[in-house]
C-alpha cells in the first residue's frame, strides 16, 4: 500500500508560478513509477507529466511542455511539479499517482497503470 499526499496548490495570476509536492508513505518508493494528472470540471483526468523511479526519463502531455517540470527526491519520498508560466486553462484538481514500473526507466502515461492516488489539491488560475 502506497499513501500520497499533495499540497502546494492555490490560487495565481496568470503568469504566475507553483510547485506542487507530493509525499509518499507505505511500500517502496523508489520502485514506482509517478504521474501528476489533474482534472477541470465536466472534462476527464488527463495525464500532465510522469516520471520513472530512477528519474531518468521523464513525460510531459503537449499543453504543458516547457512549463512544467517534474521531479522526484528518492531520498524524501516526494515527487514535485514545478509549474511555470500558468494559464487560466491550467485550472484543475491536480492528482498525485504511483504505479508500479518494470524497469527503472519506464514512463507510466495512462491512468489505467497507476495503482495509488492521492486526495488532489487545487489549482486555480485567474486571468
Known amino acids: 500500500q502506497v499513501q500520497l499526499v499533495e499540497s502546494g496548490g492555490g490560487l495565481v495570476q496568470a503568469g504566475g508560478s507553483l510547485r506542487l509536492s507530493c509525499a509518499a508513505s507505505g511500500r517502496t518508493f523508489r520502485s514506482y513509477g509517478m504521474g501528476w494528472f489533474r482534472q477541470a470540471p465536466g472534462k476527464e483526468r488527463e495525464v500532465v507529466a510522469a516520471?520513472?523511479?530512477?528519474?531518468?526519463?521523464?513525460y510531459y502531455t503537449a499543453s504543458v511542455k516547457g512549463r512544467f517540470t517534474i521531479s522526484r527526491d528518492n531520498a524524501k519520498n516526494t515527487v514535485y511539479l514545478q509549474m511555470n508560466s500558468l494559464q487560466p486553462k491550467d485550472t484543475a484538481v491536480y492528482y498525485c499517482?504511483?504505479?508500479?514500473?518494470?524497469?527503472?526507466?519506464?514512463?507510466?502515461?495512462?491512468?489505467?497503470?497507476?495503482?495509488?492516488w492521492g486526495q488532489g489539491t487545487q489549482v486555480t488560475v485567474s486571468s
Open positions: 516520471i520513472s523511479w530512477s528519474g531518468s526519463s521523464t
Open positions: 499517482a504511483a504505479g508500479r514500473a518494470l524497469s527503472p526507466m519506464a514512463v507510466l502515461t495512462t491512468k489505467g497503470l497507476y495503482d495509488y
